[in-house]
């Protein structure tokens, strides 16, 4: 019975630790399908289209009782219209408001991608950090093992031994450190990407982004074309372009109708008409509304230049940063990570010959550790700008 409890108790334990791969189209494609966000901006396109049904929006009609003769009473009616043209610049102002909230949508899934890139990047390059980090853990901590041992034994000085333990105490330090940033960057990935479950692992290992870069790293003006953001700071200014027009048309006049059943005995027909005309005399409200339109169209315009001025400087400042972590990886490619190999392996090799003493040991081990996380580092700064990048251009 005690053997079927234990091992119920590590089932059960088993799935609770147990780390799921996911990988980064996934994590993108339930973001895209659960965040709120998303769900907010597709809202927003469904409650445009709904308002565009009250572009031909008429007054109510006024009905009344009227004894035009004072010998019976009999209901009247009467109906006012805008002008058709009215009409027209509302529907065309409702449709560039769809227009707009689509823009919207599409701005927030890019903003939407990138966060999640970002957040999954960040989960790999914890996962690298943890891993290296238990290795070096693993190492330094047998190496203090070691040198306790030849203290006891009078064979290592004080010094020597109190360097290696020291330098165990802060890499196991800096190891919960990073487990730590692991269980956040899952967590992240989990409220971000909407999934269920915590203990996420990205699918693969950190390593150099195989985008395809702009040729010589030069501004691409098309590029621009594709920027979700500056489409919709685009349609916002045709938006109040098109508000414009609907306020000015209101100074248009009006039509009105009405009916009445009773005329005078003398008239063959029973009920007379009424034609008229609206007129927007209180032209002091329709100027003010008209100079409104005018401003925030005005204020659209800039909106769209500081988006335009903030793009580009964003993109070159990417771009700026993509070609210095581009040589900093060809230098780690190249030279970076076979040094730190050969400073390792060299220490190691001469350390066990006694000719270094452990406090060397301890130093040329940690440089050569520094160097592949540096590597890393810079593998994780130049995907990260790969995301601002992809980010900027709509991919």
Do not use: C
């Amino acid at each position: 019975m005690k053997v079927v409890v234990f091992l119920v108790i590590n089932f059960f334990s088993f799935l609770i630790n147990a780390q799921v791969l996911i990988g980064i189209d996934s994590a993108i494609a339930s973001a895209l399908r659960t965040n709120p966000k998303i769900q907010l901006s597709q809202l927003e396109v469904k409650q445009k289209k709904a308002l565009i049904r009250g572009s031909y929006n008429l007054e109510n009609p006024s009905i009344g009782i009227e004894a035009p003769y004072g010998n019976k009473f009999e209901i009247n009616v009467q109906q006012n219209f805008q002008n058709p043209l009215i009409y027209v610049q509302q529907s065309k102002l409702g449709k560039q408001n769809i227009l707009l909230s689509e823009e919207n949508q599409q701005l927030t899934k890019w903003q939407l991608i990138r966060d999640v890139r970002t957040v999954y990047l960040n989960l790999q390059y914890a996962e690298i950090l943890v891993k290296q980090l238990s290795n070096q853990d693993s190492i330094f901590h047998n190496i203090f093992l070691s040198s306790a041992r030849l203290y006891e034994a009078g064979d290592l000085g004080l010094l020597e031994k109190v360097s290696a333990e020291t330098k165990s105490k802060e890499i196991e330090n800096t190891l919960l450190n990073a487990k730590a940033d692991l269980k956040n960057a899952q967590l992240q990935l989990q409220l971000i990407a909407g999934l269920k479950a915590l203990n996420y692992n990205a699918d693969e290992v950190i390593r150099k982004s195989n985008t395809k870069l702009p040729n010589g790293l030069e501004f691409d003006s098309a590029a621009i074309k594709k920027s979700a953001l500056l489409s919709y700071y685009e349609q916002n200014t045709k938006v109040q372009k098109q508000n414009l027009y609907l306020q000015k048309t209101k100074l248009l006049p009006g039509l009105s109708f009405g009916y009445l059943n009773q005329v005078g005995e003398e008239q063959p027909v029973n009920f007379h008409l009424r034609y008229g005309i609206t007129l927007p005399l209180w032209f002091w409200t329709y100027s003010s509304e008209i100079k409104v339109a005018k401003y925030q169209y005005k204020m659209s315009q800039s909106q769209y230049a500081i988006a335009q001025n903030a793009y580009s400087s964003k993109y070159a400042e990417i771009l700026n940063d993509i070609g210095k972590n581009t040589s900093n990886l060809n230098y780690y490619e190249k030279e970076g990570i076979k040094q730190a190999e050969l400073i390792k392996k060299t220490a190691k090799r001469s350390y066990d010959a006694g000719e270094i003493s452990i406090v060397i040991y301890l130093y040329s081990l940690n440089e050569g550790f520094e160097i592949e996380q540096r590597y890393n580092e810079a593998i994780k700064n130049f995907n990260q700008a790969i995301i601002e990048l992809n980010y900027l251009i709509g991919q």
